[in-house]
Nanobody, 128 residues
Framework: VQLQASGGGLVQAGDSLTLSCVAS????????VGWFRQAPGKEREFVSY????????YYTDSVKGRFTVSRDNAKNTVYLRMIDLKPEDTAVYYC??????????????????????WGQGTQVTVSS
């Protein structure tokens, strides 16, 4: 599966953005999806996870209440809605797909190495 992330941009603190991750090659319904981000000079970090069905989601503490992950399997797309953006959210955001999960699993996956396929990333810059 190939992933294409988009929707990033330059915004001010407090603004909102919605990132999209579109899959091609195989149906995204077969994969759980994670969002990660990487700021300059820092390691790639987990942001959010959504199960294959969309019934299970998980967020890193710093984005809880501000970010919402969702998916539309009919459109082969996963979204990351980000509100009340902060300068510390500035990073390149990546979506990643993990194969081999059960459709109704309640497990979640936060490790970079747990994902099999990665998109190219989209830059989010939040100015203060």
């Amino acid at each position: 599966v190939q992933l294409q992330a988009s929707g990033g941009g330059l915004v001010q603190a407090g603004d909102s953005l919605t990132l999209s991750c579109v899959a091609s090659g195989r149906t995204l319904r077969m994969y759980a999806v994670g969002w990660f981000r990487q700021a300059p000079g820092k390691e790639r970090e987990f942001v959010s996870y959504i199960s294959r069905s969309g019934s299970s989601t998980y967020y890193t503490d710093s984005v809880k209440g501000r970010f919402t992950v969702s998916r539309d399997n009919a459109k082969n797309t996963v979204y990351l809605r980000m509100i009340d953006l902060k300068p510390e959210d500035t990073a390149v955001y990546y979506c990643a797909a993990k194969s081999g999960t059960i459709l109704t699993t309640t497990s979640y996956y936060t490790g970079v190495r747990q994902y099999d396929y990665w998109g190219q990333g989209t830059q989010v810059t939040v100015s203060s």
